[in-house]
Nanobody, 126 residues
Framework: QVQLVQSGGGLVQAGGDLKLTCTAS????????TAWFRQAPGKGREFVAH????????YYADSVKGRFTISRDSAKNTVSLQMNSLQPEDTAVYYC???????????????????WGQGTQVTVSS
């Protein structure tokens, strides 16, 4: 049984940093494409970041590029999202996601990911 369990998140002031971690069980994270999405109040779920299964390439939404970093620890079977210079508009519920393979042209589509974490609230105060 595949499970993605998220940790981290919380409340931070604008300009602060947070790290989210997604711990996988039932799958080997180094063999899966992984991603982070977020959903702000009253909005749909949006793409944040993606890492190819190979771990050699990462992709980011323009809104977070240069501030957020997706990474993987194969020994711990975890995928993390380091979020720096957080702004109030980053406030959302963040989700990790994984799938065996996602074609490059579709990495921003949530329907391409089979497995999802439970979601973690990130609130950035101004």
């Amino acid at each position: 049984q595949v499970q993605l369990v998220q940790s981290g998140g919380g409340l931070v002031q604008a300009g602060g940093d947070l790290k989210l971690t997604c711990t996988a069980s039932g799958l080997t994270s180094s063999r899966y494409a992984t991603a982070w999405f977020r959903q702000a109040p009253g909005k749909g779920r949006e793409f944040v970041a993606h890492m190819r299964a190979s771990g050699t390439n990462t992709y980011y939404a323009d809104s977070v590029k240069g501030r957020f970093t997706i990474s993987r620890d194969s020994a711990k079977n975890t995928v993390s999202l380091q979020m720096n210079s957080l702004q109030p508009e980053d406030t959302a519920v963040y989700y990790c996601a994984a799938n065996e393979y996602v074609i490059l042209s579709a990495i921003r589509r949530e329907d391409q990911y089979r497995f999802w974490g439970q979601g973690t609230q990130v609130t950035v105060s101004s």
